[in-house]
């Protein structure tokens, strides 16, 4: 299984960021409908999952380095 992030989507296709920082290209119909920018990605195959507990803590800790980084 590798794990990655939607990086972005182009026309059809997800450009989804790997672990080993490379990016993959899948067809987003293949992607889960609710698939967004930043979602953390489970791939088995063919096989897409959205490992919504990741996504949640990689999204808090973004929002956490940003707040430090526009402190007044």
Do not use: C, Q, W
């Not at 990016?23 to 609710?34: A, E, G, I, Q, R």
């Not at 897409?48 to 800790?61: A, G, M, Y």
């Amino acid at each position: 299984m590798i794990r990655g992030i939607i990086d972005r989507f182009e026309s059809d296709l997800a450009i989804i960021e790997v672990e080993d920082g490379h990016t993959l290209d899948y067809p987003k119909h293949l992607l889960p409908s609710n698939a967004a920018v930043g979602d953390v990605i489970k791939i088995d195959g063919n096989h897409f999952t959205i490992d919504k507990e990741e996504t949640v803590k990689r999204r808090k800790e973004i929002e956490g380095l940003m707040n430090e980084l526009f402190e007044d």
